[in-house]
């Protein structure tokens, strides 16, 4: 069974932290994405990535940075965490998101106190 | 640029009866549908897709959606709905632009299924 699998399930982290939210797929994707869920908002695009060390902004990409070393490790990055960056993170990953959609991770439930 | 618009925030529905989960979206070039589920506490799972052909396309659990180009929208339904289908749903359509093909989501709807 394909997966992708982010490493934390739920995280509470202080403002001003640095966090890294880490997503892993087993399916050799060249595609990975990281959104935010917020009620009443849906999902808003943060970044992405079409290949190795390859990223690019999505809709909201203020105060988040990714890193893409490997095809299988996508991370999210919250460079100074802040309280307005509670939220659901989602990964996701697609061999081509045009035809075959997306398969996202379970999501990290993120809480900064 | 394209958005998707779900109407419907929450629809209550009673076991085994049937649901329809509206879906409108707008584009200037050719979108490819996708829905979207989310059980509680968990990820999304795709549900079904149109890419082209017929209008009327199955997924899992036994929903279907139908694209109706004129009144660019995607709705989904299900004739007789169980308990394990309460969940939110996601609307999303996916173009190509500015060389990436981005996909844009709905704010979902929650579907809850009384017993």
């Known amino acids: 069974d394909v997966k992708v699998t982010q490493s934390s399930r739920y995280l509470v982290k202080r403002t001003g932290e640095k966090v890294f939210l880490e997503c892993v797929q087993d399916m050799d994707h060249e595609n990975m994405f990281w959104y935010r869920q917020d009620p009443g908002l849906g999902l808003r695009l943060i970044y992405f990535s079409y290949d190795v060390k390859m990223k690019e902004k999505g809709d909201i990409p203020e105060g988040y940075s990714v890193s893409r070393e490997k095809k299988e490790r996508f991370s999210l990055i919250l460079e100074s965490a802040s309280t307005n960056q509670t939220s659901m993170y989602l990964c996701?990953?697609?061999?081509?998101?045009?035809?075959?959609?997306?398969?996202f991770g379970s999501g990290t439930r993120l809480t900064v106190v | 640029a394209q958005s998707v618009t779900q109407l419907d925030s929450q629809v209550p529905v009673f076991e085994e009866a049937p649901v329809e989960l509206r879906c409108n979206y707008s584009s200037s070039v050719s979108v490819y549908l996708f829905w979207y589920v989310q059980y509680p506490n968990q990820g999304l799972q795709l549900l079904l897709k149109y890419l082209s052909g017929s209008t009327l396309v199955k997924g899992i659990n036994g929903f279907e959606a139908e694209f109706n180009k004129s009144q660019t929208s995607f709705h989904l339904r299900k004739p007789s709905v169980h308990i394990s289908d309460t969940a939110e749903y996601f609307c999303a359509v996916s173009v190509f632009s500015g060389g990436y093909q981005k996909v844009t989501f709905g704010t979902g709807t929650k579907l809850q299924v009384i017993p």
């Open positions: 996701a990953s697609s061999s081509d998101p045009r035809v075959r959609g997306y398969t």
